[in-house]
């Protein structure tokens, strides 16, 4: 399978806060404390990338994680439990529609034994990483988005990666997360992070 890589386009920032004004109106309605950042690589300007606007949440430490499922599932957001196991700290929402409008999914979570939608039925909008403020995942997160921003030579090596990887041919998409593993490791000894 191919990856949608696309160059920059200066309405995923316009997406994004779009979206967060959505979810921070329930999370207020919820009286739930919560910061919201636009990460990965949409959060980059001149960066490329696939078309899924990623937000990280952080909760404050005296928030449980799982008080914000109901706000996710009434946002239309699909559940992520399956890493929870190996991710305890972190709640994974997506969002999806459908490439073929007969084509539905109509789970609302999806758990450790089942498959996540396929990309090439499904294009995701949106992926919503929730953790608490307080956490090194946190601050990784914001890190990494801070140096592209900020390193013009990363940002341009880590886009000519991406766009290369977009033209190979891939069994999942998970194989294409593994690809880039090398280039962040190194951002992130670099930053003290590892």
Known sequence: MKINIQSYNPIWKLIYEKEAHR???????????????HIGSTAVHGLAAKPTIDILMGLEPEVELDDCI???K??????????????PFRRFFIKIRPINPLQKFERKEIGSDERMPLMKLFDHNFHIHVVHRNTIYYEKYIAFRNYLRNNEEGRIAYSNMKLHFGEMDWECENDYNRAKIPFITRIMI???YL
């Open 23 to 37: 979810i921070l109106k329930v999370l207020n309605l919820k009286s739930l404390n919560g910061t919201l950042a």
């Open 190 to 192: 670099q930053l003290g």
């Open 70 to 72: 109901s706000v996710f």
């Open 74 to 87: 009434k946002l239309r957001y699909i559940y992520v439990s399956k890493y929870n196991d190996i991710m």
